[in-house]
């Protein structure tokens, strides 16, 4: 797709469940879409945070682990062929005599009919670990997208909340070794999966930091240095070290977009509809009153946005689609 003379019917911002399940929803409908998100894989948080963590609360899955939900998400609405544009971020919004105009970072141009802003928390940037500059990528990460590329690794997660223990418990079966380092006594995380980690035998070493990452003579990381609260130093072995220490998130260039904005949120109405003509909010990002920010809440916001987005393109459309169960 050449972006510079791109049109499509619905821009979709944001790659994560509702916005995938929008773009599955805008093909039932006829319309072409694109989907702009800023991270390389699609899934948003969920892929980010805890693909391998199970999900409860989906309707018609009793248990679903994240990257599954989301690998169905992408089959469901690839028969429709969206195109995505992962990686990039939408900067700009305008309109033009027909439609909009969506400026991504690097200067591209993706004109739409309407856009459906789908960004969950918005854009979210992990808090760094100071000891681990320049080792990104190199033997640390921020989150765990393949549980196997640890599989035989001697793993250290840093970080005392519930993200930081999910890896833990999720890397223990598998790893060679666990220990999660944290700089206080106490944890954020819940009880119980601190209590289940205790049981395993993790290693838990607290009121330590962090205070150096060293490479094992060819360039991957090899071994970290943990200073205690009293002066004690450790060296233990690592190939690989998780940063769980949480993240900040904000909506970016979204919020100079002249919508309402109320506590990082977009207002909307029954619609879906945002302050700006054709421009639609669905998911954790839509705020209206009694709103209950849930998976399952935004893939019916999805179906509602698109639905009435397919009535403003098209005055003659009808609003119920009809049933996706009597589609040819």
């Known amino acids: 797709m050449s972006l510079p003379d791109s049109r499509v019917d619905l821009a979709i911002v944001g790659a994560g469940p509702t916005g995938l399940f929008a773009a599955y929803y805008a093909g039932f409908r006829g319309l072409s879409t694109a989907v702009i998100d800023s991270l390389p894989e699609a899934g948003g948080q969920v892929t980010a945070m805890y693909p391998e963590k199970m999900i409860y609360d989906v309707a018609g899955f009793p248990a679903v682990r994240g990257r599954d939900l989301v690998n169905a998400l992408v ?3 690839a028969q429709w062929k969206p195109t995505y544009l992962l990686g990039r971020k939408a900067e700009g919004l305008d309109y033009l005599d027909d439609g909009l105009e969506v400026t991504l970072d690097g200067g591209d141009v993706l004109r739409a009919g309407a856009v459906l802003i ?5 854009e979210f940037t992990p808090r760094p670990l100071p000891a681990g500059d320049g080792w990104l ?4 990460v921020h989150f765990v997208p393949s549980l196997r ?4 690794q001697d793993v250290v997660v840093v970080g005392g909340g519930d993200s930081a223990f999910d890896w833990v418990l999720a890397l223990h079966p598998i790893a060679r070794s666990v220990t999660l380092v944290h ?10 999966i601190v209590r289940q980690a205790r049981e395993l035998g993790v290693r838990i070493i607290t009121d330590a930091e962090v205070t150096e990452l060293r490479d094992n003579g060819d360039g991957a990381l090899g071994e970290i240095t943990v200073e205690v609260k009293g002066g004690e130093k450790l060296v233990l072995p690592a190939q690989s070290v998780i940063a769980a220490l949480g993240f900040t998130a904000d909506l970016g260039p979204i919020e100079n977009w002249g919508l309402e904005i109320d506590h990082r949120a977009i207002s909307v109405d029954s619609t879906m509809a945002t302050a700006k003509p054709r421009v639609y909010a669905a998911g954790d990002v839509a705020a209206y009153p009694g709103k209950v920010k849930l998976i399952a809440t935004g893939f ?16 003659d459309a009808h609003l119920f689609p009809g049933h996706s169960s009597n589609a040819e």
């Open 137 to 140: 990528g190199r033997g640390m």
């Open 75 to 77: 089959e469901q609405a």
């Open 118 to 122: 789908t960004a969950g928390i918005g």
């Open 183 to 192: 700089r206080r006594a106490r944890f954020r995380a819940v009880e119980s």
């Open 149 to 152: 590329a640890h599989e035989g």
């Open 300 to 315: 019916g916001e999805a179906a509602t946005a698109v639905n009435n987005i397919a009535v403003a393109l098209d005055p």
